[in-house]
């Protein structure tokens, strides 16, 4: 009888992907709004005058006053998060009181930049970062396993505006191998026709080598130094996840069998660390997007770093709320794309919804 009941009584598989995806929901609403709420306050908390930022020290008391009322600063503390949560809820950011414009305008107009940045500075990344750590875990100890991990050392190491005034220095002013700050030399700017956002797409539709390569010559530079980064972060996590497959029995078994060493290491243990890098390459990519601020200061790029960094000397708060509200829905979004690849390439975790 008790087994009857238990059978009966057990939760359908339908039931329990709802309640799973329910919980998530809610978990990442949970998230945003703590994040929305911890960075409102922060904000009202700084010692930034909003008004002041907006009209200047010169202005009246009259106007100031006009400009207090119109920000709606006049308002109880909790009306004016009331007030924002709406605001947000109706994917209103506000107005950025530095340009006047649309928070959601400023940051379509300046995000694409930075997603090319950091998309490109990824592909080195994952490019390099994913052999050198196979490579590492195949001849572990060895000179090359060495040298990989001095790199990531050095790159953990060594302050990235540093590195990038350096090779400024280097490979622009003395050698002029790459462009220099910005994403286009001036003469090329106004034959560029934005189509994507992303100018290295943008120049290749336009069939004009000389702009493709003036693109690709100022983005080379500052894609490379965040690429060294995550390069480092990939090649290590890559290096710890091999050397724990190859150290299984089935690698073994294959070897004994008269399996060559590269094809245990590159078809059969690297298919089974497929998951979890999958989940370091793409929170790799996120923290490049994120961690873009300096980089993109030091080689003047128009992008989100350089926006928000404005934004946070300026006090403009709206505009720092609504970058770090992106920031953080971009990692939440991340991480449950992480979890739906679990999902798909794990056969384990799929027999829980059975």
Not at 104 to 120: G, Y
Not at 238 to 243: D, K, P, W
Request: charged share 15%; with cysteine; net charge neutral.
């Amino acid at each position: 009888m008790s087994q009857v009941f238990t059978e009966v009584s057990e939760p359908s598989p339908l039931f329990r992907r709802l309640k799973r995806l329910l919980k998530g929901a809610f978990s990442i609403f949970c998230t945003l709004l703590g994040l929305a709420a911890l960075t409102f306050f922060i904000g009202r908390l700084l010692p930034i005058d909003p008004v002041v930022a907006v009209i200047g020290d010169n202005a009246s008391q009259e106007a100031y006053n006009q400009m207090f009322h119109q920000l709606g600063l006049d308002q109880p503390l909790w009306k004016q998060f009331t007030d924002y949560l709406w605001q947000l809820a109706q994917l209103d950011f506000g107005t950025a009181l530095t340009t006047s414009q649309p928070v959601a305008q400023d940051i379509a107009r300046v995000f694409p930049a930075t997603l090319e940045l950091a998309t490109v500075a990824a592909i080195i990344g994952v490019g390099l970062g994913i052999p050198a750590g196979v490579l590492s875990a195949m001849y572990r100890n060895s000179w090359f396993d060495h040298l990989i991990r001095f790199i990531g050392l050095l790159s953990y190491s060594t302050p990235h505006f540093w590195l990038g005034l350096m090779g400024l220095l280097l490979f622009y002013a003395s050698l002029g191998w790459t462009g220099g700050p910005g994403r286009i030399d001036f003469i090329y700017e106004f034959d560029l026709q934005p189509v994507t956002g992303f100018w290295l797409i943008d120049s290749a539709l336009s069939g004009n080598m000389a702009i493709f390569r003036n693109v690709f010559g100022h983005i080379i530079l500052p894609a490379a130094i965040l690429g060294l980064s995550s390069l480092a972060y990939i090649s290590r996590m890559v290096r710890s996840f091999m050397i724990e497959q190859l150290s299984q029995e089935y690698i073994i078994t294959a070897r004994v069998k008269g399996l060559s060493w590269a094809r245990c290491v590159w078809v059969h243990a690297l298919r089974n660390i497929a998951v979890p890098t999958l989940t370091v390459v793409a929170l790799s990519w996120a923290w490049l997007l994120e961690g873009a601020v300096l980089t993109e200061t030091v080689f003047a790029w128009p992008g989100f770093g350089r926006y928000l960094t404005n934004a946070l000397l300026a006090g403009d708060m709206n505009a720092v709320v609504g970058c770090t509200l992106l920031t953080g829905a971009i990692f939440v979004a991340l991480n449950l794309v992480c979890d739906l690849l679990y999902r798909l390439f794990d056969p384990r975790t799929r027999q829980e919804d059975q």
